[in-house]
């Protein structure tokens, strides 16, 4: 069952009923303010932190689920009846109703007691405000008295102490009614700078700052005393509840049209030049008001909307392609690419199910998201990896975190999370694929922060890899730590208390329990290594590192192979994991697709063996789960994997985030009928069809979706922020289309469907735009270029000379 459709031309998802299995949400804001929006306008608003800067309240997991958000009451004065035109809070029928998601925007229409409301939401380039532009219809033959109440309810700045340190913060709310514009300062008083406006295009009939005024005592959002009454009180909020609502009265005649815009935003001022008059408590409103008064006239709103368009078009041009298949165009060229520039902005900070207030930046995280979105934001990639960069350990190791605000490694997780450093050499490596700016490597970078301890970025690379090496076990595979890609595979943490963490209480030396997955992931980085000295023309790191990959591979043969497949660990006893040897977690699906990415048993028959062993023993119509036999109980020596109920997270979900390597792996062994079936069954928009199962968004990829085991198999949670985009994004356009950027050019190396005819692309690659057509001339995968009408040798197109600007390449394959 459906809840709405795609529209391709427009970029948008539409939702047709408000009813959606769980809200259905979208992000506002692309640089520093952001806020998340559900299809009936829940959602809140922050300045860079979602927890430190939080501009509006959202209580997560409420009943109903969805509150707090964007809200407009409509009332009809003539009889007193008033509604919410999208849908929530008051949920009386709406005659119709659709919800477009865009990109960077939301817009929601409704009809009710034939009034038309469409608000569209968006927040400017540039800007730290977001902007609620709605549009009012009378679709009457006769006029109507519309009274139209605004609705926000601020948040105490740090969303966590907003929540839990009630006995202070009901004592600390002030606010300004100033020019009809709503101020909220709470703490402005003292150490903050900062301040939030709320402000409204048309003469006010009234206002309300304070909650309780607003809703009335014991009454919710669903009907607030204000709107049934038509009046707002005009309360100051002193302490308490601060809100900001307006209150317009609108005449409109039959077939009559109003604009009314309201924005909201986070203003800053100089620390010196916080009050006017400057020894008053009066907000300073200089800077601010040019800025409400710019955005409160329609042309500019709309001149924003169309920059924010150009924005998006502009991204979104780097990568485009036509295959025949619908669910592949829609989710390449529009919303897998949209979801990883989310996850840049993003990190795992903030969603419907990640609270805001929880994790930093995973070190991880961040460099596997690089991969999503480096093609798109070149520039802040390099940031973002130089950044991450200088968090690293001077032995090599990684804060598992680190915080966007500071830039600084997170002292509370610390770190010991073996997989993390190698990570970054992925990162690097993608970065200089795609631009070709072998710059970076020069770049002086601290390691912990600290000024002085500057390296080439080249040396932390090296630094990354020698780390692995220095810890190795009883079986020469790399020692495991806290854990590895896998959180929750916890071998050193033997967690015996409830509350106590699974990662951070180590209560065991670490010397014993040795990681495959890091072995093969080291396998992989470690080529990359010798491809990237080999360019820096070092030749003694390019031999070791090539040794280095050898060895490694050797040791994974001899102690991390199983006969059919890849082992996983070997434990703090010394007992393998992953093994047919074990009653449960006898098969992992990690190290098949990271071994077989980095190249082990492609040639010899091994890598196919294992693949087939994860379509026997780990596939399932909704994708593949992440190990089998599930943990039935909780095994003390495992840790959190086994702490989740059978089916779901780590413990045989169906961890979307791995499925990619799967498929990068089945292309490998050029099985491109497998390879796209495993991407279909966890494509969001094929998975549209059966909403009602899969319950999340379908234009998004979950971090989830329940496995065989659980009584929900085919239910998917946590959507939005995961490493799943970015890898997809990289199995589909990479490994499956084939068009990946190399250290030397851009390659072309499809391995598609058999049934696929061909496929057509246009790739935006260091200044060049390359169109792409890819024909299929036989069976199988073998390609021949053709570039400008000349045939080229090999899978890549050499660089063309500087004045190219566009290249004509097609491909044919199966020759
Ligand atoms: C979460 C974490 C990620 C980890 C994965 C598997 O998505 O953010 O770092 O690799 O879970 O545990
Ligand atoms: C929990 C989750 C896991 C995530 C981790 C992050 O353990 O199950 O997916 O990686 O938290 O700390």
């Given at each position: 069952m459906k809840y709405g459709h795609f529209d391709d031309a427009a970029r948008e998802y539409v939702v047709t009923r408000p009813d959606t299995p769980?809200?259905?949400?979208?992000?506002?804001?692309?640089?520093?303010?952001?806020?998340?929006?559900?299809?009936?306008?829940?959602?809140?608003?922050?300045?860079?932190?979602?927890?430190?800067?939080?501009?509006?309240?959202?209580?997560?997991?409420?009943?109903?689920?969805d509150i707090g958000g964007r809200y407009i009451y409509l009332r009809d004065n003539a009889d007193g009846k008033f509604w919410s035109p999208s849908w929530m809070p008051v949920r009386s029928a709406l005659d119709e109703y659709t919800c477009r998601h865009g990109m960077g925007y939301t817009i929601i229409r409704s009809v009710s007691h034939q009034i038309e409301a469409e608000t569209r939401y968006f927040v400017p380039m540039g800007e730290n405000l977001e902007i609620w532009e709605l549009t009012l219809t009378n679709l009457r033959e006769k006029t109507a008295d519309i009274s139209v109440f605004s609705a926000v309810e601020f948040c105490l700045w740090d969303a966590l102490d907003d929540s839990t340190n009630i006995q202070r913060n009901f004592s600390t709310g002030q606010m300004e009614?100033?020019?009809?514009?709503?101020?909220?300062?709470?703490?402005?008083?003292?150490?903050?700078?900062?301040?939030a406006y709320f402000a409204c295009s048309e003469k006010l009939a009234g206002f309300d700052t304070q909650r309780e005024a607003f809703l009335g005592a014991y009454r919710g959002w669903d009907s607030p005393a204000v709107v049934e009454a038509g009046e707002s009180t005009d309360s100051i909020a002193h302490g308490w509840q601060p809100i900001g609502s307006h209150h317009v009265k609108v005449h409109l005649k039959a077939g009559e049209s109003i604009k009314v815009i309201f924005i909201l935003g986070y203003q800053e001022n100089l620390k010196d030049a916080k009050f006017d008059p400057p020894d008053s408590q009066t907000i300073n409103k200089k800077t601010v008001k040019p800025i409400i008064a710019k955005y409160l006239q329609p042309k500019n709103v709309e001149a924003a909307f169309s920059a924010l368009r150009d924005y998006w078009d502009e991204l979104l041009g780097k990568l485009q392609?036509?295959?025949?298949?619908?669910?592949?165009?829609?989710?390449?060229?529009?919303?897998?690419?949209?979801?990883?520039?989310?996850?840049?902005?993003?990190?795992?900070?903030?969603?419907?199910?990640?609270?805001?207030?929880?994790?930093?930046?995973?070190?991880?995280?961040?460099?596997?998201?690089?991969?999503?979105?480096?093609?798109?934001?070149?520039?802040?990639?390099?940031?973002?990896?130089?950044?991450?960069?200088?968090?690293?350990?001077?032995?090599?190791?990684a804060y598992h975190q680190f915080q966007p605000l500071t830039k600084r490694g997170n002292n509370d997780v610390g770190s010991g999370f073996n997989d993390d450093p190698a990570w970054l050499v992925l990162a690097v490596a993608a970065y200089l694929k795609e631009t070709g700016d072998w710059t970076i490597l020069d770049a002086p970078v601290q390691y912990e922060n600290e000024a002085g301890s500057e390296t080439p970025l080249y040396e932390h690379l090296q630094r990354s890899l020698q780390y692995t090496i220095d810890r190795l076990g009883p079986n020469d595979l790399p020692l495991i730590g806290r854990a590895d890609w896998n959180d929750c595979l916890n071998l050193n943490c033997f967690s015996d208390t409830p509350g106590q963490s699974f990662q951070t209480t180590t209560n065991k030396d670490g010397k014993v329990a040795e990681s495959v997955f890091i072995a093969g992931l080291y396998v992989l980085v470690t080529k990359e290594m010798a491809e990237i000295a080999r360019h820096?023309?070092?030749?003694?790191?390019?031999?070791?590192?090539?040794?280095?990959?050898?060895?490694?591979?050797?040791?994974?043969?001899?102690?991390?192979?199983?006969?059919?497949?890849?082992?996983?660990?070997?434990?703090?006893?010394?007992?393998?994991?992953?093994?047919?040897?074990?009653?449960?977690?006898?098969?992992?699906?990690?190290?098949?697709?990271?071994?077989?990415?980095?190249?082990?048993?492609?040639?010899?028959?091994?890598?196919?063996?294992?693949?087939?062993?994860?379509?026997?023993?780990?596939?399932?119509?909704?994708?593949?789960?992440?190990?089998?036999?599930?943990?039935?109980?909780?095994?003390?020596?495992?840790?959190?994997i086994s702490s989740y109920p059978p089916g779901y997270k780590e413990n045989a979900g169906i961890f979307c985030h791995t499925n990619p390597w799967i498929m990068i792996a089945e292309t490998k062994i050029g099985r491109g009928d497998r390879a796209f079936d495993y991407y279909m069954r966890i494509n969001p928009s094929k998975r549209e069809d059966i909403?009602?199962?899969?319950?999340?968004?379908?234009?998004?990829?979950?971090?989830?979706?329940?496995?065989?085991?659980?009584?929900?198999?085919g239910e998917a949670k946590n959507s939005w922020l995961s490493g799943t985009a970015a890898m997809n994004f990289v199995a589909i356009t990479q490994s499956i289309l084939g068009i990946q950027?190399?250290?030397?050019?851009?390659?072309?190396?499809?391995?598609?469907?058999?049934?696929?005819?061909?496929?057509?692309?246009?790739?935006?690659?260091?200044?060049?735009?390359?169109?792409?057509?890819?024909?299929?001339?036989?069976?199988?995968?073998?390609?021949?270029?053709?570039?400008?009408?000349?045939?080229?040798?090999?899978?890549?197109?050499?660089?063309?000379?500087?004045?190219?600007?566009?290249?004509?390449?097609?491909?044919?394959i199966g020759l």
């Open positions: 769980l809200p259905w949400i979208n992000y506002l804001g692309c640089e520093a303010y952001f806020g998340l929006i559900s299809n009936t306008a829940g959602g809140y608003s922050f300045y860079k932190d979602a927890r430190l800067r939080r501009l509006t309240r959202y209580r997560y997991n409420n009943a109903p689920y009614f100033v020019e009809e514009v709503i101020y909220h300062k709470t703490e402005y008083r003292e150490r903050r700078d900062h301040f392609v036509n295959t025949p298949d619908e669910h592949t165009n829609r989710m390449v060229n529009v919303w897998n690419a949209y979801q990883c520039m989310i996850t840049f902005n993003m990190s795992r900070s903030a969603s419907y199910f990640e609270s805001g207030i929880g994790r930093g930046m995973g070190y991880r995280d961040s460099n596997q998201d690089l991969l999503g979105f480096v093609h798109m934001i070149p520039e802040r990639a390099r940031e973002r990896i130089l950044d991450l960069a200088a968090t690293q350990l001077k032995n090599g190791g820096c023309q070092d030749g003694r790191e390019t031999a070791k590192m090539l040794r280095a990959a050898e060895q490694m591979e050797e040791t994974i043969w001899k102690s991390g192979w199983d006969g059919e497949w890849f082992r996983r660990a070997y434990d703090d006893f010394g007992h393998v994991l992953g093994s047919k040897e074990n009653k449960e977690g006898q098969i992992f699906i990690e190290p098949q697709g990271i071994c077989i990415w980095a190249g082990l048993g492609v040639e010899d028959g091994r890598a196919q063996k294992a693949l087939d062993s994860v379509a026997l023993y780990l596939a399932t119509p909704h994708g593949i789960v992440l190990q089998q036999p599930a943990f039935s109980q909780y095994y003390l020596h495992l840790g959190e909403s009602e199962l899969h319950k999340c968004e379908p234009y998004v990829y979950p971090q989830m979706i329940a496995g065989k085991d659980a009584p929900t198999h950027p190399q250290f030397d050019g851009l390659e072309i190396k499809p391995v598609i469907p058999s049934s696929w005819k061909g496929f057509e692309a246009v790739r935006l690659f260091r200044g060049v735009r390359y169109e792409i057509s890819v024909s299929r001339k036989g069976v199988g995968n073998n390609v021949s270029l053709v570039v400008e009408g000349k045939s080229v040798q090999g899978t890549i197109i050499p660089l063309p000379a500087r004045n190219v600007k566009t290249l004509k390449v097609s491909a044919f």
